[in-house]
């Protein structure tokens, strides 16, 4: 059974950085892994993801040119560094992963709020 837990949210300030950090474990390895978040009042959004050996990687157009996303060398870790933060980009971020064309795996969420 795959096992997601997420890090690194906390409050900052519009125009700083965070990086979120996704401990897979249970054998995620060969899946593709990626990142939502959801705002209060909305639907959660997909934001970026990335293959299991980082060869193709997506984003939400929102996000593209500020954030990316990417692998541990085991493959087993996956980052979002996100920049030049935005009020809009307050939200729980949730991991998540999927071997196949669905995220049948998800974690718990971390908060990121960033102030204005």
């Known amino acids: 059974q795959v096992q997601l837990v997420e890090s690194g949210g906390r409050l900052v300030q519009a125009g700083g950085s965070l990086r979120l950090s996704c401990a897979a474990s249970g054998g995620s390895s060969g899946y593709t892994m990626g990142w939502f978040r959801q705002a209060p009042g909305k639907e959660r959004e997909f934001v970026a993801d990335?293959?299991?050996?980082?060869?193709?990687?997506f984003y939400a157009v929102s996000v593209k040119g500020r954030f990316t996303i990417s692998r541990g060398n085991g493959k087993n870790t996956v980052y979002l560094q996100m920049n030049r933060l935005k009020p809009e980009d307050t939200a729980v971020y949730y991991c998540a992963a999927r071997p196949g064309g669905t995220y049948n795996y998800w974690g718990q969420g971390t908060q990121v709020t960033v102030s204005s």
């Open positions: 990335i293959s299991w050996n980082g060869g193709r990687i």
